[in-house]
């Protein structure tokens, strides 16, 4: 695609359930990146994927959270039993190669969990 | 990565030449200088990046001084449509994965 597409754009879920969210990365580029900004503040690395493979889970904060991507291409990010303190924008990116390459944004999942 | 430190904000008049610095003092030989910016609510966006040569795009000019120590990006006529937070990074192959955004430069352009 022309650029990175995340759906849904927003989500709003109960304290308890789970969510997806997805990623679908430029064509073509290899690496896939998951961050999160909470209100008002910088970007939080979650995980990183070269390929299918996740080399870098370091971000990842709790073992509630997960993510695969498959073929290569389409990514999901999972939340089980989802927390007030998960709600933020969830944003991806992707790049043609890992480390120093250009990272393109998507424009996030703004996930509210009342 | 190096540490970079910009202002937190800046004004620009519409039309006007936005003029955003950064400091990376540590920056080292192989390290890259990227900028990025988030308009609100949206993702944030690459800009321009460069190594010691100054360099020029579509959206920007990124001037770099001799000794690497500081930067400047130039949005040379600027439009309301680039209010946004700005994010100076210093990285090479060798940074890991994530971009490291700091806390940047809020812009407000006025009319």
């Known amino acids: 695609g022309a650029g990175v597409s995340q759906s849904p754009s927003n989500k709003v879920t109960e304290k308890g359930k789970d969510v997806e969210l997805r990623c679908d990365p430029i064509?073509?580029?290899?690496?896939l990146y998951w961050y999160r900004q909470s209100l008002g503040q910088g970007l939080e690395f979650l995980i990183y994927f070269q390929g299918n493979s996740a080399p870098d889970k370091s971000g990842l904060p709790s073992d509630r959270f997960s993510a695969e991507r498959t073929g290569g291409s389409v990514s999901t990010l999972t939340i089980q039993r989802t927390q007030q303190e998960d709600s933020a924008v969830y944003l991806c990116?992707?790049?043609?190669?890992?480390?120093?390459?250009?990272?393109?944004f998507g424009a996030g999942t703004r996930l509210s969990v009342l | 990565d190096a540490k970079t430190t910009q202002p937190p904000s800046m004004d620009c008049a519409e039309g006007r030449a936005a003029n955003l610095p950064c400091n990376h003092s540590t920056i080292s030989g192989n390290e890259y200088v990227y900028w990025y910016r988030q308009i609100h609510s949206q993702g944030p966006q690459y800009i321009i990046h460069?190594?010691?040569n100054n360099e020029t795009n579509e959206m920007a000019s990124l001037i770099i001084t001799e000794d690497r120590k500081s930067s400047t990006l130039i949005l040379p006529h600027a439009t309301l449509r680039d209010t946004a937070v700005y994010y100076c990074i210093v990285r090479d192959s060798n940074s890991g994965y994530a971009l490291n955004f700091g806390k940047g430069t809020s812009l407000l352009v006025t009319p």
């Open positions: 990116a992707s790049s043609l190669a890992p480390t120093s390459d250009i990272q393109y």
């Open positions: 064509s073509g580029h290899t690496a």
């Open positions: 460069g190594l010691k």
